[in-house]
């Protein structure tokens, strides 16, 4: 069986240990820390997120999803896997930061499943943009939108590199969030 995408999870960790320590000791202009941690889910992919808010303008978010596509039509039995990192500017918000609009370009890695059905490590640029509401206690909720150019490194039957299609043709699927801030 092919056991790359243990290599992955390698990556996912080891930029979860050198970044998550700067955003958790960073402190805002108001003087708190805010992160927040949770799940995501698409019928693109589900899997765990996490946010860091530096101030009111601009946060960072990190993913790991596995990716669905093709696994809830029952096309494919076998998941990929995809990490995003996003830098998100919050353009416009409403009720003193409750309800905030945001978008904002990011970089995506993964071994995920494109339009012809098979799996293969893929890397390059992302975007997203999305609606968040601030709930009681600490709960955020968003909607977003990602779209992902990448190039897929596939090695089915031969060598081969396409553009990753199912990044960009499949942006229309939204994410959900749903996170508890700290």
Same mark, same amino acid.
């Given at each position: ?21 700067? $955003?958790?000791?960073?402190? !805002? ?8 941690? %949770? +799940?995501?889910?698409?019928?693109? %992919?589900? +899997?765990? @997120?996490? $946010? /860091?808010?530096?101030?009111? !303008? !601009?946060?960072? @978010? ?10 809830? #039509? ?11 990192? &996003? /830098?998100?500017?919050?353009?416009? #918000?409403?009720? $003193?930061?409750?309800?905030? /609009? ?11 499943? #494109?339009?012809? &059905? &098979?799996?293969?490590?893929? +890397?390059?640029? !992302?975007? #997203? ?10 709960? @955020?909720?968003?909607? $977003? ?25 499949? @942006? ?11």
């Amino acid at each position: 069986m092919y056991r790359k995408p243990g290599l992955l999870l390698r990556l996912w960790a080891l930029t979860v240990v050198l970044l998550l320590p700067q $955003e958790l000791l960073a402190v !805002s202009p108001a003087g708190r820390r805010s992160f927040a941690l %949770g +799940g995501i889910q698409s019928p693109r %992919g589900a +899997g765990l @997120s996490a $946010e /860091f808010v530096r101030d009111a !303008s !601009s946060f960072r @978010s990190l993913a790991l999803t596995a990716d669905l596509i093709d696994i809830l #039509d029952g096309q494919a039995s076998t998941p990929g896997i995809k990490l995003t990192y &996003h /830098f998100n500017l919050v353009m416009k #918000d409403w009720c $003193e930061g409750k309800y905030a /609009f945001y978008a904002g370009p990011g970089l995506m890695a993964g071994y995920v499943r #494109d339009l012809d &059905h &098979h799996l293969g490590f893929a +890397g390059g640029v !992302s975007g #997203d943009a999305g609606f968040r509401a601030l709930c009681l206690k600490g709960i @955020s909720v968003s909607v $977003e939108w990602q779209a992902d150019f990448a190039l897929q490194f596939k090695n089915r039957y031969r060598p081969d590199i396409s553009l990753y299609g199912a990044g960009y043709t499949r @942006s229309y699927l939204p994410y959900v969030r749903i996170q508890y801030r700290f």
